[in-house]
């Protein structure tokens, strides 16, 4: 399970960054430098649903990485924050979950918006194409800021993922200490003059029949073993 686990978690988020990355510095910057032209590209990104995959990749991150740290603290997670490994981890998830929102809520309405724009270029008339695109101008300069906001919380979750793993683990609880052997000397020498003592009524009469006549097995009963104090059976007996 961990390997499944930790197999969705890397390659979802490396998708996640990756495509995240390559829209922020490069695709958006190059829609706003073509001007009309990258309406076309816009609206044939809306086409394969990228506003769709993305937010399903970056779910499948997040609930993958929280199992994660669910299963590494042992349910103690409070005392897995307190290690730097688990504050590393906490701070990455964390940085994960606030790009997670920020994108949804601030991020993909503006691509929403911008990708609507793009289809109604295609039957606008030149005099209203100079309005959407203007529209267009500025809602994609709004959604780099936003853009450039998640982008960092994004890298400063992969940095904290990747340092996470070199910083001290959590300390296991250690052994405890052995006992020293106890010394039954003298316990022995009195088991054979104390042992009847710590017999019942019942069981000194069997043992004393024993003695007498042979033994005398019974099915299901063994004869008691006289016990010490501290739970050693006699040898003297």
């Known amino acids: 399970m961990m390997i499944v686990l930790r197999f969705l978690h890397v390659v979802s988020g490396a998708v996640w960054v990756g495509m995240f990355a390559f829209m922020t510095?490069?695709?958006?910057?190059?829609?706003?430098?073509?001007?009309p032209e990258g309406a076309k590209l816009q609206a044939a990104l809306a086409k394969r649903r990228i506003p769709v995959i993305?937010?399903?990749?970056?779910?499948?991150?997040l609930v993958s990485g929280m199992w994660l740290y669910q299963r590494l603290s042992g349910g103690a997670i409070g005392a897995l924050l307190k290690t730097p490994m688990g504050l590393a981890f906490g701070l990455g998830g964390l940085a994960a979950l606030l790009a997670f929102v920020v994108g949804i809520g601030l991020a993909r309405p503006f691509?929403?918006?911008?990708?609507?724009?793009a289809e109604q270029m295609k039957t606008a008339s030149p005099?209203?194409?100079s309005s959407i695109m203007a529209e267009m101008q500025k809602l994609g300069a709004r959604g780099a800021v936003v853009n450039r906001l998640v982008m960092a919380l994004l890298l400063f979750a992969l940095a904290a993922m990747a340092v996470a793993r070199y910083l001290p683990p959590p300390k296991l609880p250690r052994d405890p200490p052995e006992r020293p052997p106890l010394n039954t000397r003298g316990w022995e020498r009195g088991c054979a003059r104390d042992g009847p003592a710590l017999l019942g009524r019942g069981a000194m009469l069997g043992l004393l029949k024993s003695r007498v006549r042979g033994p005398m097995p019974r099915p299901g009963f063994e004869n008691p073993?006289?016990?010490?104090?501290?739970?050693?059976g006699c040898t003297g007996m």
């Open 25 to 35: 510095f490069f695709l958006l910057p190059a829609f706003a430098e073509v001007g």
């Open 54 to 61: 993305m937010p399903v990749i970056a779910l499948i991150t």
């Open 111 to 117: 691509m929403m918006r911008s990708m609507k724009l």
């Open 127 to 129: 005099a209203d194409r």
């Open 225 to 232: 073993v006289p016990r010490s104090p501290r739970g050693r």
